[in-house]
């Protein structure tokens, strides 16, 4: 299986072996780097399929196969209920190509479907600590002029969805990067670092630790959402602690914290203004 951003794959000119299966996955089933990576598989003999959030949309059309995630509108670009269903309904079609395939799976598949159908409570969990979430962005997301977002593993993929919506809702250009790289390249600037640390134990969870010491060797703001001993993280400014769950599960809950923490450090941000918008005495 390979994986390519959409807007890209055409340009590399990819060599396509015919009978193959291309998925694409999209909220609105329009974007046109999208479309036309789809029509390039579809011409070079692909089978395409599609996880999309709009059943009516062009790509879902076009598709030979379809999978509607049912996810609502989107009132935001890209809605965080998209991702979410995006990644639930990637989980569940890998394990019904699995058994298309008559292939057995990995030996936790069993936990980890029940994880899927536990994670609902779990996710409610963090929802519950919206309230310290928020008293950490009012804290940090002010007076911090640059940010980042690091993780390794599933957690990169955390760190690169928060990044997005981080982004749009505070209007700044924030950087994604992979835990152990981010020593390497602007620690200089003082940042705010949201640090992915789930599903992490033994060995892997003591070097994000060394990480984040390092961080704070060089003055960075660091703030670790994790699921194991908080104590392993002395030298994070702050902790986030989410429920245990599945561990190839747990980066969707990092996800879910830092949403929330966008959410909350946009109104803080913009609190800042309210000396200028009061009228004249």
């Not at 999209?26 to 059943?55: F, M, W, Y």
């Not at 062009?58 to 209920?81: C, F, N, Q, W, Y």
């Not at 980042?148 to 749009?168: C, D, P, T």
């Not at 994790?226 to 902790?239: F, K, M, V």
Request: glycine share 8%; proline share 5%; charged share 20%.
């Amino acid at each position: 299986v390979d994986i390519d951003v959409a807007s890209e794959f055409r340009y590399r000119e990819p060599v396509l072996e015919e009978g193959g299966l291309a998925l694409f996955i999209s909220q609105s089933g329009e974007t046109a780097d999208t479309l036309a990576a789809l029509r390039h598989c579809k011409a070079n003999g692909q089978t395409i399929a599609v996880v999309v959030n709009v059943p009516t949309s062009s790509m879902a059309r076009e598709a030979d196969l379809l999978l509607p995630t049912h996810a609502g509108p989107e009132i935001g670009v890209a809605s965080t209920k998209a991702f979410y269903a995006q990644v639930v309904a990637g989980f569940l079609l890998a394990a019904a190509l699995a058994d298309a395939a008559g292939a057995p799976g990995s030996d936790d598949r069993a936990a980890l479907l029940r994880g899927l159908r536990g994670l609902p409570a779990a996710m409610t969990e963090v929802l519950g600590l919206r309230e310290h979430i928020g008293v950490l962005a009012d804290r940090y997301a002010p007076g911090r002029r640059h940010w980042a977002v690091v993780g390794s593993g599933a957690n990169l993929i955390a760190a690169r969805e928060i990044r997005i919506k981080l982004s749009e809702l505070c209007y700044k250009s924030i950087s994604a990067d992979a835990t152990e790289d981010k020593k390497h390249i602007d620690l200089s600037a003082e940042p705010l670092i949201l640090v992915c640390a789930v599903g992490l134990v033994g060995s892997t969870a003591d070097d994000v630790a060394k990480e984040v010491a390092i961080y704070r060797a060089h003055k960075a703001a660091t703030v670790v959402v994790t699921d194991s001993d908080s104590g392993r993280y002395t030298e994070a400014l702050d902790i986030v602690t989410v429920p245990r769950i599945h561990p190839r599960l747990a980066f969707i809950l990092a996800t879910m914290v830092g949403h929330l923490f966008g959410y909350e450090a946009a109104p803080s941000i913009d609190s800042q203004a309210g000396p200028l918008r009061a009228p004249p005495a």
